[in-house]
């Protein structure tokens, strides 16, 4: 923290990572919204499913952590059960 207040150092640590980690999620969706993958969708809709679903894998993967030694193991488990969720074909119910 090399002298900062705690306040000064969390601010600094969430504007650099906020920029960082923000600016990947818009460009994923600009490539959705510009590339015609959701027929009639805005960036507006598209960005906040995103956000919405990142900030409900956060919770799920404490979760997970707990049936497992280390965090690194919990969060590739993680990664696997929601591409496997994914991939899982529907059902109609006709």
Do not use: K
Not at 27 to 50: D, P
Not at 52 to 76: K, M, T
């Amino acid at each position: 923290m090399m002298g900062l207040s705690d306040l000064v150092y969390w601010t600094s640590y969430f504007i650099s990572d906020g920029v960082l980690i923000g600016f990947t999620p818009s460009f994923l969706c600009s490539i959705m919204t510009v590339g015609g993958m959701f027929n009639h969708a805005n960036f507006g809709t598209i960005l906040g499913f995103l956000v919405c679903f990142c900030l409900s894998a956060v919770p799920f993967s404490f979760f997970i952590c707990a049936f497992f030694d280390a965090p690194q193991s919990a969060s590739q488990f993680t990664i696997l059960l929601l591409i496997g969720l994914i991939e899982l074909p529907s059902r109609s119910l006709t």
